[in-house]
Protein backbone atom coordinates (compact mmCIF):
# COMPACT_ATOMS: atom_id res chain seq x y z
CA UNK A 1 0.00 0.00 0.00
CA UNK A 2 1.27 3.56 -0.84
CA UNK A 3 2.37 6.19 2.06
CA UNK A 4 0.58 7.07 4.96
CA UNK A 5 -2.50 4.65 5.16
CA UNK A 6 -3.08 4.83 8.69
CA UNK A 7 -2.24 7.34 11.42
CA UNK A 8 -2.75 5.98 15.02
CA UNK A 9 -3.58 8.44 17.66
CA UNK A 10 -3.06 6.89 21.10
CA UNK A 11 -0.77 3.33 21.42
CA UNK A 12 -1.76 1.93 24.41
CA UNK A 13 -2.94 -1.28 24.79
CA UNK A 14 -5.62 -1.44 21.91
CA UNK A 15 -4.24 0.50 19.83
CA UNK A 16 -0.45 -1.65 20.04
CA UNK A 17 -3.02 -5.20 19.81
CA UNK A 18 -4.13 -3.17 16.21
CA UNK A 19 -1.17 -2.86 15.01
CA UNK A 20 0.95 -6.07 15.63
CA UNK A 21 -2.06 -7.59 14.46
CA UNK A 22 -1.98 -5.23 10.87
CA UNK A 23 1.58 -5.35 10.45
CA UNK A 24 1.44 -9.64 11.10
CA UNK A 25 -1.37 -10.28 8.59
CA UNK A 26 0.35 -7.88 6.58
CA UNK A 27 -2.90 -5.74 5.56
CA UNK A 28 -0.47 -2.53 5.97
CA UNK A 29 3.04 -2.19 5.30
CA UNK A 30 4.94 -0.57 8.41
CA UNK A 31 5.78 2.02 6.04
CA UNK A 32 2.57 3.30 5.65
CA UNK A 33 1.34 3.47 9.38
CA UNK A 34 2.25 6.21 11.06
CA UNK A 35 1.95 6.58 14.93
CA UNK A 36 1.37 9.41 17.47
CA UNK A 37 1.27 8.90 21.65
CA UNK A 38 3.02 11.64 24.09
CA UNK A 39 4.76 8.81 25.45
CA UNK A 40 8.09 8.80 23.11
CA UNK A 41 9.57 5.58 24.69
CA UNK A 42 6.62 3.91 23.73
CA UNK A 43 6.32 5.12 20.06
CA UNK A 44 10.37 5.09 19.45
CA UNK A 45 10.15 1.25 20.45
CA UNK A 46 7.30 0.75 18.04
CA UNK A 47 9.70 2.45 15.42
CA UNK A 48 12.65 0.16 15.95
CA UNK A 49 10.43 -2.80 16.45
CA UNK A 50 8.33 -2.43 13.60
CA UNK A 51 9.45 0.02 11.43
CA UNK A 52 6.39 2.14 12.05
CA UNK A 53 6.76 6.27 11.29
CA UNK A 54 6.04 8.56 14.27
CA UNK A 55 4.26 12.02 13.93
CA UNK A 56 5.48 14.81 15.97
CA UNK A 57 2.01 15.58 16.87
CA UNK A 58 -1.71 14.31 16.65
CA UNK A 59 -2.19 17.07 13.27
CA UNK A 60 0.62 15.75 11.69
CA UNK A 61 -0.01 12.52 11.77
CA UNK A 62 -3.41 12.48 10.44
CA UNK A 63 -2.71 14.90 8.00
CA UNK A 64 -3.51 12.90 4.40
CA UNK A 65 -3.94 9.75 6.07
CA UNK A 66 -6.40 7.96 4.36
CA UNK A 67 -7.55 6.00 7.87
CA UNK A 68 -7.42 7.67 11.32
CA UNK A 69 -7.25 5.17 14.65
CA UNK A 70 -8.44 6.88 17.69
CA UNK A 71 -7.62 4.76 20.51
CA UNK A 72 -7.05 7.27 23.52
CA UNK A 73 -8.82 6.66 26.78
CA UNK A 74 -12.29 8.23 26.50
CA UNK A 75 -10.69 11.17 28.99
CA UNK A 76 -7.91 12.26 26.93
CA UNK A 77 -10.50 12.62 23.69
CA UNK A 78 -11.58 16.10 24.64
CA UNK A 79 -7.92 17.58 24.44
CA UNK A 80 -7.15 15.15 21.39
CA UNK A 81 -10.32 16.72 19.48
CA UNK A 82 -9.65 20.53 20.44
CA UNK A 83 -6.43 19.74 18.44
CA UNK A 84 -7.68 17.82 15.84
CA UNK A 85 -10.66 19.92 15.10
CA UNK A 86 -11.44 20.62 11.02
CA UNK A 87 -7.76 18.43 10.57
CA UNK A 88 -8.80 15.18 8.94
CA UNK A 89 -9.24 15.08 5.14
CA UNK A 90 -12.97 15.18 4.12
CA UNK A 91 -12.19 11.49 2.16
CA UNK A 92 -10.36 10.03 5.45
CA UNK A 93 -12.29 7.27 7.45
CA UNK A 94 -12.36 7.84 11.47
CA UNK A 95 -12.16 4.66 13.33
CA UNK A 96 -13.01 5.04 17.16
CA UNK A 97 -12.53 2.36 19.82
CA UNK A 98 -13.36 4.70 22.39
CA UNK A 99 -15.89 2.64 24.26
CA UNK A 100 -19.02 4.91 25.15
CA UNK A 101 -18.39 8.23 22.51
CA UNK A 102 -20.88 8.13 20.16
CA UNK A 103 -20.83 9.08 16.46
CA UNK A 104 -22.22 11.94 17.26
CA UNK A 105 -19.60 13.39 19.72
CA UNK A 106 -16.66 12.72 17.37
CA UNK A 107 -18.75 14.17 14.37
CA UNK A 108 -19.36 17.77 16.44
CA UNK A 109 -16.02 17.24 18.11
CA UNK A 110 -13.87 16.56 14.95
CA UNK A 111 -15.92 18.57 11.79
CA UNK A 112 -15.68 15.10 10.04
CA UNK A 113 -18.67 12.84 8.84
CA UNK A 114 -17.10 9.31 7.68
CA UNK A 115 -16.82 7.88 11.22
CA UNK A 116 -16.73 4.50 12.23
CA UNK A 117 -17.21 3.78 15.87
CA UNK A 118 -16.26 -0.01 17.45
CA UNK A 119 -16.23 -1.58 20.34
CA UNK A 120 -13.67 -4.60 20.81
CA UNK A 121 -12.60 -6.53 23.80
CA UNK A 122 -9.81 -7.83 25.67
CA UNK A 123 -8.48 -11.13 23.63
CA UNK A 124 -8.11 -8.70 20.72
CA UNK A 125 -4.52 -8.15 21.71
CA UNK A 126 -4.15 -11.35 20.42
CA UNK A 127 -6.45 -12.07 18.00
CA UNK A 128 -8.78 -13.53 19.73
CA UNK A 129 -11.48 -11.19 20.51
CA UNK A 130 -14.53 -10.25 18.52
CA UNK A 131 -15.48 -6.67 17.65
CA UNK A 132 -18.90 -5.40 17.33
CA UNK A 133 -18.79 -2.02 15.06
CA UNK A 134 -21.52 0.72 13.27
CA UNK A 135 -20.86 2.92 10.28
CA UNK A 136 -22.06 6.23 9.98
CA UNK A 137 -24.42 6.86 6.93
CA UNK A 138 -21.26 9.31 5.05
CA UNK A 139 -18.74 5.85 5.35
CA UNK A 140 -18.35 4.94 2.08
CA UNK A 141 -18.99 0.63 0.78
CA UNK A 142 -15.13 1.24 -0.23
CA UNK A 143 -14.03 2.35 3.24
CA UNK A 144 -16.32 -0.14 5.22
CA UNK A 145 -14.31 -3.01 3.50
CA UNK A 146 -11.23 -1.07 4.73
CA UNK A 147 -12.58 -0.94 7.77
CA UNK A 148 -13.43 -4.29 8.02
CA UNK A 149 -9.88 -5.51 6.88
CA UNK A 150 -8.48 -3.80 9.82
CA UNK A 151 -10.89 -5.21 12.55
CA UNK A 152 -10.16 -8.65 11.62
CA UNK A 153 -7.03 -8.23 13.07
CA UNK A 154 -8.20 -8.48 16.33
CA UNK A 155 -11.06 -11.70 15.29
CA UNK A 156 -14.36 -11.55 13.83
CA UNK A 157 -16.11 -8.73 13.91
CA UNK A 158 -20.10 -7.80 13.56
CA UNK A 159 -21.06 -4.81 11.96
CA UNK A 160 -24.75 -3.26 13.66
CA UNK A 161 -27.49 -1.48 11.48
CA UNK A 162 -28.17 0.68 14.61
CA UNK A 163 -25.26 2.58 16.92
CA UNK A 164 -27.13 2.23 19.95
CA UNK A 165 -26.89 -1.58 19.73
CA UNK A 166 -22.97 -1.01 20.47
CA UNK A 167 -24.39 -0.72 24.20
CA UNK A 168 -25.79 -4.41 24.17
CA UNK A 169 -22.38 -5.39 22.93
CA UNK A 170 -20.57 -3.63 25.62
CA UNK A 171 -22.28 -5.87 28.20
CA UNK A 172 -22.26 -8.69 26.07
CA UNK A 173 -18.67 -9.21 24.59
CA UNK A 174 -16.89 -5.87 25.56
CA UNK A 175 -17.31 -7.06 28.89
CA UNK A 176 -17.66 -10.28 28.33
CA UNK A 177 -14.14 -11.41 29.38
CA UNK A 178 -14.05 -9.78 32.86
CA UNK A 179 -17.01 -12.37 33.54
CA UNK A 180 -15.53 -15.03 31.62
CA UNK A 181 -12.28 -14.31 33.85
CA UNK A 182 -14.07 -14.21 37.15
CA UNK A 183 -16.23 -17.36 36.57
CA UNK A 184 -12.39 -19.24 35.56
CA UNK A 185 -10.95 -17.43 38.94
CA UNK A 186 -14.09 -19.26 41.35
CA UNK A 187 -13.98 -21.98 39.47
CA UNK A 188 -9.91 -22.21 40.43
CA UNK A 189 -10.00 -20.91 43.76
CA UNK A 190 -12.82 -24.36 44.73
CA UNK A 191 -10.33 -25.97 43.03
CA UNK A 192 -7.19 -25.02 45.29
CA UNK A 193 -9.60 -24.83 48.32
CA UNK A 194 -10.57 -29.04 47.70
CA UNK A 195 -6.67 -29.76 47.61
CA UNK A 196 -5.00 -29.07 44.09
CA UNK A 197 -1.92 -26.48 43.20
CA UNK A 198 -3.32 -22.98 41.66
CA UNK A 199 -0.90 -24.31 38.79
CA UNK A 200 -3.16 -27.63 38.04
CA UNK A 201 -6.72 -26.06 39.11
CA UNK A 202 -5.72 -23.90 36.28
CA UNK A 203 -4.64 -25.70 34.14
CA UNK A 204 -7.88 -27.85 33.92
CA UNK A 205 -10.05 -25.10 34.83
CA UNK A 206 -8.83 -22.97 31.62
CA UNK A 207 -8.88 -25.81 28.87
CA UNK A 208 -12.47 -26.87 30.48
CA UNK A 209 -13.94 -23.45 29.23
CA UNK A 210 -11.44 -23.51 26.22
CA UNK A 211 -12.83 -26.77 25.24
CA UNK A 212 -16.84 -25.81 26.51
CA UNK A 213 -16.50 -23.33 23.83
CA UNK A 214 -14.91 -25.02 20.65
CA UNK A 215 -17.43 -28.13 21.47
CA UNK A 216 -20.81 -25.69 21.70
CA UNK A 217 -19.43 -24.35 18.96
CA UNK A 218 -18.48 -27.53 16.62
CA UNK A 219 -21.88 -29.08 17.57
CA UNK A 220 -24.19 -26.03 16.96
CA UNK A 221 -26.64 -27.36 19.50
CA UNK A 222 -28.28 -25.34 22.20
CA UNK A 223 -26.14 -24.78 25.23
CA UNK A 224 -28.80 -26.45 27.15
CA UNK A 225 -28.64 -29.47 25.17
CA UNK A 226 -24.82 -30.23 25.75
CA UNK A 227 -25.42 -29.46 29.51
CA UNK A 228 -28.05 -31.64 29.55
CA UNK A 229 -25.83 -34.83 28.55
CA UNK A 230 -23.28 -33.99 30.85
CA UNK A 231 -26.19 -34.49 33.83
CA UNK A 232 -26.88 -37.67 34.84
CA UNK A 233 -29.95 -38.48 37.10
CA UNK A 234 -29.12 -38.41 40.73
CA UNK A 235 -25.35 -37.72 39.66
CA UNK A 236 -22.63 -35.29 40.25
CA UNK A 237 -22.81 -32.76 37.69
CA UNK A 238 -26.72 -32.53 38.71
CA UNK A 239 -25.64 -32.17 41.85
CA UNK A 240 -23.63 -28.52 40.74
CA UNK A 241 -26.32 -27.82 39.06
CA UNK A 242 -28.86 -27.31 41.62
CA UNK A 243 -26.28 -24.97 43.95
CA UNK A 244 -25.67 -22.90 41.09
CA UNK A 245 -29.28 -22.17 40.09
CA UNK A 246 -29.96 -21.83 43.95
CA UNK A 247 -27.47 -19.31 44.03
CA UNK A 248 -29.28 -17.48 41.21
CA UNK A 249 -26.61 -17.59 38.99
CA UNK A 250 -29.11 -16.66 35.67
CA UNK A 251 -30.65 -13.96 37.04
CA UNK A 252 -27.51 -12.48 38.48
CA UNK A 253 -25.71 -12.69 35.36
CA UNK A 254 -28.81 -11.23 33.78
CA UNK A 255 -28.86 -8.12 36.08
CA UNK A 256 -24.87 -7.53 35.96
CA UNK A 257 -25.50 -7.58 31.99
CA UNK A 258 -28.17 -4.99 31.88
CA UNK A 259 -26.36 -3.19 34.86
CA UNK A 260 -23.53 -2.70 32.35
CA UNK A 261 -25.83 -1.99 29.40
CA UNK A 262 -26.99 0.79 31.94
CA UNK A 263 -23.73 1.92 32.30
CA UNK A 264 -22.72 1.99 29.14
CA UNK A 265 -25.80 4.45 28.04
CA UNK A 266 -24.94 6.73 30.93
CA UNK A 267 -21.47 7.31 30.12
CA UNK A 268 -22.90 7.80 26.18
CA UNK A 269 -24.81 10.54 27.55
CA UNK A 270 -22.00 12.35 29.12
CA UNK A 271 -22.65 10.96 32.71
CA UNK A 272 -19.36 10.07 33.85
CA UNK A 273 -19.85 9.57 37.30
CA UNK A 274 -21.76 6.58 38.59
CA UNK A 275 -24.93 7.91 40.71
CA UNK A 276 -24.88 4.64 42.94
CA UNK A 277 -24.87 1.06 42.37
CA UNK A 278 -28.08 -0.21 40.96
CA UNK A 279 -29.53 -2.58 43.44
N1 LIG B 1 -8.73 -2.37 26.73
C1 LIG B 1 -9.85 -2.88 26.23
O1 LIG B 1 -10.16 -4.07 26.32
C2 LIG B 1 -10.82 -2.05 25.48
C3 LIG B 1 -12.00 -2.64 25.02
C4 LIG B 1 -12.87 -1.84 24.30
C5 LIG B 1 -12.55 -0.51 24.05
N2 LIG B 1 -11.41 0.02 24.54
C6 LIG B 1 -11.13 1.42 24.29
O2 LIG B 1 -9.90 1.53 23.63
C7 LIG B 1 -9.29 2.77 23.98
C8 LIG B 1 -7.84 2.54 24.32
O3 LIG B 1 -7.79 1.67 25.45
P1 LIG B 1 -6.41 1.10 25.97
O4 LIG B 1 -6.72 0.03 26.93
O5 LIG B 1 -5.52 0.82 24.80
O6 LIG B 1 -5.85 2.40 26.77
P2 LIG B 1 -4.33 2.80 27.09
O7 LIG B 1 -3.50 1.58 27.19
O8 LIG B 1 -4.36 3.78 28.22
O9 LIG B 1 -3.90 3.55 25.74
C9 LIG B 1 -4.23 4.85 25.42
C10 LIG B 1 -3.00 5.49 24.83
O10 LIG B 1 -3.31 6.80 24.37
C11 LIG B 1 -2.24 7.65 24.72
N3 LIG B 1 -2.62 9.06 24.74
C12 LIG B 1 -3.05 9.82 25.80
N4 LIG B 1 -3.26 11.09 25.39
C13 LIG B 1 -2.96 11.14 24.07
C14 LIG B 1 -2.94 12.19 23.10
N5 LIG B 1 -3.28 13.42 23.41
N6 LIG B 1 -2.56 11.89 21.86
C15 LIG B 1 -2.20 10.63 21.50
N7 LIG B 1 -2.18 9.61 22.39
C16 LIG B 1 -2.55 9.86 23.65
C17 LIG B 1 -1.81 7.12 26.08
O11 LIG B 1 -0.52 7.61 26.38
P3 LIG B 1 -0.01 7.63 27.92
O12 LIG B 1 0.17 6.22 28.33
O13 LIG B 1 1.24 8.41 27.84
O14 LIG B 1 -1.11 8.34 28.68
C18 LIG B 1 -1.86 5.62 25.83
O15 LIG B 1 -0.67 5.15 25.25
C19 LIG B 1 -10.10 3.35 25.14
O16 LIG B 1 -10.85 4.46 24.70
C20 LIG B 1 -11.00 2.23 25.56
O17 LIG B 1 -12.26 2.73 25.96
C21 LIG B 1 -10.53 -0.72 25.24
Known sequence: MSQKELAVIGTGMMGQAILSGLIQKEVFSP????????????????????????ADSN?????????VLLAVKPQFLKSVMRVLKGKLSPESLLISI???????????GLEHDAIIRVMPNTPAQTGDGISGWYAAAEVTIQQKEQAA?????????????????????TAVSGSGPAYVFLFIEAMVDAGVQMGLSRAVAQELVVQTVKGSAAYLEKRAAHPAVLRNEVTSPGGTTAEALFFLEQGGLRSTV??????????SVALGEGQSHRKGPVS
Open 31 to 54: ASIVVSDPDGQKTGRLQSDWGVSV
Open 59 to 67: PDAVAGAKI
Open 98 to 108: ITGVSVETLRD
Open 149 to 169: KILSALGPAVLFEKESDLDIV
Open 254 to 263: ARAMWACYER
